[in-house]
């Protein structure tokens, strides 16, 4: 057994008790996989994950691959390899793919699912196996010619990568030279640097097509003169699939990181020993907006990839409290004679697993509760019924399970590790790993001030308002006829009711504050302190909304329940009352700190600091 431990119990709690999938499950565009199916496919990718998949995790940080210079590549460890074949030859993969391209259309619940159980064992191996879900795109997106290509994806096992950041142009995508050049064949000349391209180079796979944000000569600038390009590492015969010559583009250096070290993160130099050729996506001149069909999966991936880091280190600090015996009872502490207790009876101890419990298992909620919308978008176009105000909701929801869960996962991994003392700074125990390998999720795929500023300027100015309004709607109406009913959570219930005015309180402040601005530029700095304060308020409302979810349904089942069963429901409804009083009373204050906000800051020289 290797360090991962699985949660499948919430999985389950959450996909067919809280959010009642089983409804969804098995029917419409999701015939083929029904509740039965997918729990056994969830069992299945348990084992999978916790017996094959986890053990390299370990040594693949320890011996991580070397770039070779003069060859270009930089190839993996031999375990890391061996797991990554094993998932691969599994094929469960294919749950994410649509039937056109060989798979069978699964509810984005179960996937989503069943990526925490690969991502908590081994994240890098689903970050190597993206290609099918680039063949996705590439098949939603392309021309009938670039469907081809992306079968041969899928058919060959070719890699994919997101190639957007370059030197001098991190996050501010539309500072991006990487010039496209047009040819004579329908082609394009790619010339230019990215940089942190994620696994853009291993010996995995034989081919990697780069998904290339380039801006095209004459094209003007900012994102909007921005085109995406498919640049495969190797030329290809396009009816056949075999390879031909070396494309021009090339791993020119692979970082040294703090973590996840196996997963190689490249520099990548176009057209400088030769052309790079590539393929304009679609034929079409839309670039940013086609890249970003790729950027919200990949920012649901940093979110489930953060929680399961986390769901798995606090079930490791778990286990090593209810062994470790260190001191006695605190009630004892004057008995000199009192018995060794282990540390899980402390109380700041409990306190600080209670408040990992609470993260982890509210932010998998976070996940699939968001997965769940997207399960409602896809039955909604099926039937070909208005999937508007579901699809703004999944907008909404994305920063959130990005920026926010990025952030509290690794805060509660350093917890996980405080549980171990001093152990938890050794390699003796995985969690000093785990903290290392996440802190890149607050990170890529747009930090967490960029996710504050899309979720407000974004998701909410741009959208109205529409799509919060109506989860505003959703939670009081289940605080009036589902939560009201429950004598038990009543004070968690009247928490839950005002923070949720304290956040419209928020956001009502920082609206005034983008209003002045219209006459007094400087008032938008007030809006830019707050956004992520925001994001983080809006992530904790959500959180205690869903664990509350869970402890009405608990409470109902725990009478009727026993042994390991009633300890579940019992903790379902113990987590959700000490996240509601130890994290909601805070929106109040930063509330008060939202409305008071002035431009002081900003007028501190930048000497001074």
């Known amino acids: 057994m290797g360090h991962y431990k699985a949660n499948l119990r919430d999985i389950d709690f959450n996909l067919f008790e809280v959010l009642d999938r089983g409804r969804v499950y098995g029917t ?5 996989i029904d509740t ?59 749950l994410s793919l649509p039937s056109a391209l060989g798979g069978t259309e699964a509810p984005p619940s179960l ?3 069943f990526a925490e159980l690969v991502l908590g064992a081994n994240p890098a191996l689903w970050l190597y196996s993206g290609g099918p879900s680039f063949a996705g795109f590439i098949h939603e997106l392309g021309t009938e010619q670039q469907q081809d290509i992306a079968q ?18 991190g996050s501010d995508v539309g500072a991006a030279r990487t010039k496209a050049v047009r040819q004579d064949d329908g082609s394009w000349h790619i010339e230019g640097v990215k940089r942190f391209i994620t696994n853009a180079e291993h010996d995995l796979s034989e081919n990697i097509v780069h998904f290339v944000l380039a801006r095209p000569e004459g094209h003007g600038p900012g994102t909007k003169g921005l085109s995406l390009f498919l640049v495969p590492k190797y030329d290809f015969d396009w009816s056949t699939g075999e390879l031909l010559s070396r494309n021009g583009v090339y791993a020119t250096n692979v970082e040294h990181k703090m973590g996840l070290k196996v997963s190689n993160t490249c ?71 009192a018995p060794r207790v282990p540390i899980v009876r402390h109380p700041d101890v409990r306190r600080s697993l209670m408040f990992q419990k609470a993260y ?39 920063p959130v399970v990005k920026g926010y869960a990025s952030e509290k996962s690794y805060a509660q991994l350093a917890e996980s590790l405080q549980v171990f003392g001093g152990s938890g700074y050794l390699q003796d125990y995985p969690v000093e790993q785990y903290l290392r390998d996440s802190k890149i999720d607050t990170l890529y795929e747009g930090t967490t001030a960029i996710q504050g500023q899309d979720f407000f ?78 994001l983080m308020a809006g992530g904790d409302l959500l959180v205690s909304y869903l664990l509350l979810r869970g402890a009405v349904v608990a409470q109902r089942k725990t009478a009727h329940a026993s042994g390991a069963e009633r300890d579940f ?16 009373p805070g929106l109040s204050v930063q509330r008060e700190l939202a409305e008071t906000t002035d431009n002081s800051l900003m007028d501190v020289p930048d000497a001074a600091f």
């Open 569 to 584: 429901y019992t903790g379902k409804v113990a987590v959700a009352k000490f996240f509601a009083r130890e994290v909601l």
């Open 360 to 398: 982890a298992e509210g932010m998998r909620a976070l996940l699939l509760y968001a997965a769940s919308v997207q399960d409602d978008i896809r039955t909604l176009d099926e039937r070909g019924a208005d999937a508007g105000p579901a699809r703004r909701l999944n907008d909404l929801l994305l």
């Open 111 to 113: 996937v989503w699912a």
């Open 267 to 337: 520099e990548l130099t176009f057209g400088d020993r030769h052309p790079a050729k590539g393929w304009l996506v679609g034929e079409k001149h839309d670039g940013i907006r086609q890249m970003f069909k790729v950027i919200e999966f990949a920012r649901m991936v940093v979110g489930a990839k953060g929680i399961a880091t986390l769901s798995t280190g606090y079930l490791n600090a778990l286990e090593f409290a209810k062994e470790r015996q260190q001191g006695a009872d605190l009630a004892q502490f004057a008995d000199k004679t």
């Open 28 to 32: 419409g565009p999701f015939a083929e």
């Open 457 to 534: 300027f974004r998701k909410i100015v741009k959208d109205g308002g529409n799509a919060l309004t109506a989860l505003a709607d959703e939670i009081r109406t289940f605080l009036a006829e589902e939560a009201g009913g429950v004598a038990e959570l009543a004070g968690e219930v009247k928490l839950l009711e005002g923070a949720l005015g304290d956040l419209e309180g928020m956001l009502g402040a920082m609206l005034s504050q983008l209003s002045g601005s219209e006459s007094d530029t400087r008032e938008i700095y007030r809006v830019g302190q707050n956004t992520t304060r925001f």
């Open 152 to 169: 041969r994806m899928v058919d060959r096992g070719w890699g994919a990568t997101m190639v957007l950041t370059e030197p001098d142009a």
């Open 36 to 94: 039965d199916t997918a729990r056994s496919v969830l069992s299945e990718i348990r084992r999978m994950a916790e017996d094959d998949l986890a053990d390299s995790m370990v040594e693949s940080d320890r011996n991580p691959p070397v770039f070779d210079p003069v060859q270009h590549t930089a190839p993996l460890p031999d375990s890391f390899k061996k797991a990554f074949r094993t998932f691969s030859d599994a094929e469960w993969w294919r």
